[in-house]
């Protein structure tokens, strides 16, 4: 110690903590930027925002902006790793490289990776912007450097046969999902948008089973039935095609009839047969995606598809309204039955009277509710789920905020639900 001058051991460790200090940054930014959302970035950069604007263009540059991150992290770490050396080596001889070695590697694995990488990696916007000026003057300073080295990384991935061409920008469904939200947020999107855009979004992740017409709500006709009895069954419904099962039961269906086909119905009533009129049906299992049935209906030209479950019996319908009113909401037409069962439409949020067969999914979207269930898809399913037995006209359940009340039962099912909000009842 007495051979080491203190001005210039002051000296080399006001080095080393700035080595620390710039490894922090540089990792920090690191991590800020690789988990930046570049869809929020894109839209605070279209409104003006300078911050946005600032580290959107250092995205736009995002290989040489990882390796200028990469280089001067490297050139401090080692800088680092020299100065420790050298104040060991001077203070405890031979035996000083060691401890250097272990103490540089616990400084920069605490604060030159670990706790920068954590913090930002919570907050990588808020990060991302607060670093944006630190980045850019390194970006300059370390410029050369950074075009020698990616120079030759680019060299050997050639060498190798890798492709160095840049890709189009992708965007990964969270990013898009952020997007959607901050539109929704700011007034960019309607509300109406903004639901249609989520919609899509958990469409694709539903089964056939998911929003069929469950089979104890499915109206079927015999093979047997006349001419003026699907007449009156239509009118009476107001549905315009119905499953064409035999005597045996709605388990076996045969084809599918279409109402507007006995418009071109020639022959007298008397010799009316449905099973000359009906067109063959679709069959498709309950565990199919919802992508993979467009095409299965597109491909096979059909509007109608009934859901089988694992043991090939009927477990339910689907139609092309079905999943229309999945993405876009409840469309009437003139011949659709009004007052669909199993959609939810809240108007007042405090007081709902709710079919048993209202949808989970869709009165977690009205109310803002956590409903998820494995083995269920209606409000009057989950409430026997959740009690454990079938219930009486009275009984409830309480979920968040809001209480859902048996008002009525057809027999062993859950026919309405009285759904009320509880005062001061937690979010």
Not at 40 to 47: A, C, I, S, T
Not at 189 to 197: I, R
Not at 235 to 256: A, Q
């Amino acid at each position: 110690m007495d051979d080491y001058p203190s001005d210039n051991l002051i000296i080399l460790l006001l080095i080393a903590i700035t080595c620390i200090v710039l490894s922090s940054l540089f990792s920090a930014s690191e991590s800020a930027f690789l988990g930046l959302n570049k869809l929020r970035v894109h839209f605070l950069r279209e409104k003006g925002d300078k911050r946005a604007i600032r580290a959107g263009k250092l995205l736009e540059r995002k290989e040489e902006l990882l390796n200028m991150l990469l280089v001067g992290n490297e050139i401090v770490n080692v800088t680092l790793s020299v100065v420790l050396t050298s104040i060991f080596l001077k203070l405890f001889g031979a035996a000083g490289l060691g401890i250097a070695t272990s103490i540089a590697t616990v400084l920069l694995l605490i604060f030159g990776e670990i706790t920068p990488k954590s913090l930002t990696t919570r907050y990588p916007e808020k990060s991302s912007f607060f670093l944006s000026r630190f980045v850019w003057f390194f970006f300059y300073f370390l410029r050369p450097f950074v075009i020698v080295f990616t120079s030759i990384s680019r060299l050997f991935l050639k060498i190798f046969g890798i492709s160095t061409k840049k890709k189009q920008a992708t965007f990964t469904e969270e990013e898009i999902k952020t997007f959607i939200d901050v539109g929704g947020e700011e007034g960019v999107l309607e509300n109406g948008e903004k639901n249609m855009m989520n919609r899509v979004f958990k469409f694709t992740d539903l089964n056939a089973t998911d929003i069929m017409v469950p089979r104890c709500d499915v109206i079927g006709i015999e093979t047997k039935a006349s001419y003026r009895d699907i007449i009156q069954l239509s009118e009476r419904t107001r549905i315009s095609r119905f499953p064409v099962y035999t005597e045996d039961g709605i388990d076996n269906i045969l084809g599918v009839l279409y109402v507007k086909d006995l418009l071109f119905f020639r022959g007298a009533k008397e010799d009316f047969s449905v099973e000359k009129l009906m067109r063959p049906p679709l069959f498709i299992p309950g565990t199919t995606k919802m992508s993979s049935i467009q095409e299965m209906m597109r491909k096979n030209k059909q509007s109608f598809a009934v859901v089988i479950d694992e043991y090939s019996g009927t477990d339910g319908i689907l139609t092309t309204e079905d999943i229309e009113r999945e993405i876009f909401g409840a469309i009437a037409d003139d011949f659709q039955k009004a007052g669909d069962p199993t959609s939810v439409h809240i108007k007042n949020p405090d007081d709902n009277l709710l079919d048993g067969s209202a949808r989970l999914i869709d009165l977690a979207d009205e109310l803002h509710l956590k409903l998820e269930s494995r083995d269920n898809e209606t409000i009057g399913g989950y409430i026997c789920e959740v009690l454990g037995h079938i219930p009486v006209p009275g009984e409830f359940i309480e979920v968040g905020e809001y209480r859902f009340e048996v008002s009525s039962m057809d027999r062993l099912r859950i026919a309405s639900v009285h759904c009320t909000k509880i005062p001061g009842g937690e979010e």
